[in-house]
């Protein structure tokens, strides 16, 4: 493998987790508030929580992906 | 300033100086290690309706913390500036000055020897984020009454 190529995967790896930390923040603050934790949510309110809260899920699942696929690359 | 005095100083900044503040009738308390500080205001904001939560954010004002407050249970993470949460754990198991409270891990990380090596410090549950918040809370449900 290349010294470039090694690089390019260290930083995709990085990013991945660099990625990760300020998403499940997102993620656990939206939970608090469609668990009504900051009080009752309104039924449109609750739909712009639910729609945050799959728009995180995707995310993280798209950053696992490349986090895996990565981890297998640089076995 | 040394590290120590700037930890402290910040743990001050997020309001959490001491379980003192915060102690009213004997709830558990729990002390999260934490250097995402949204991640752990989100946490305790979880925690705090049952417990009393205490927050800081490197391993060094952890080992302090726990220390002088004697938490019931400790969320720790893993990637913390300073001193890392294996140090801390590290730290925890050799020193004579203080009991280790149960230890929940917390980590962001993908690396696949983050659980084993708790488990080999005594840390009986190892949470990947992201997790949901319930799990959380579950975990910290089944270390508090094991240990009671």
Redesign the interface.
């Known amino acids: 493998m290349s010294e470039g190529t090694l690089e390019d995967e260290e930083l995709h790896q990085d990013l991945g ?1 660099h990625m ?10 939206a ?2 508030l469609r668990d009504e ?2 009080g009752r949510l309104t039924e449109a309110q609750a739909q712009e929580v639910g729609a945050i809260l799959a728009s ?1 899920e995707k995310l ?1 699942a798209l950053i ?1 992906r490349l ?2 696929e990565q ?1 297998t690359k640089t076995r | 300033m040394g590290k120590t005095e700037r930890a402290t100083l910040e743990a001050q900044d997020w309001g959490n100086e001491t379980f003192a503040s915060l102690r009213q009738a004997r709830l558990s308390r729990i002390l999260i290690i934490e250097d995402n500080e949204h991640y752990a205001r989100a946490v305790r904001t979880r925690l705090e309706t049952d417990y009393e939560v205490l927050v800081c954010r490197d391993g060094l004002t952890g080992i302090r913390l726990i220390e002088e407050e004697q938490p019931d249970l400790v969320i720790l993470d893993i990637g913390l500036p300073g001193m890392s949460g294996f140090k801390l754990l590290h730290e925890l198991h050799v020193s004579s000055r203080v009991v280790a409270p149960p230890i929940i891990v917390l980590t962001g990380s993908s690396d696949e020897t983050t659980a084993p090596r708790a488990h080999a410090w005594g840390v009986r549950t190892v949470l990947r984020k992201p997790v949901p918040l319930k799990r959380v809370v579950d975990a910290v449900e089944d270390a508090l009454e094991y240990e009671a």
């Open positions: 987790h990760r930390s300020p998403l499940a923040a997102i993620h656990a603050h939970e608090n934790l900051s995180c993280e696992g986090l895996r981890e």
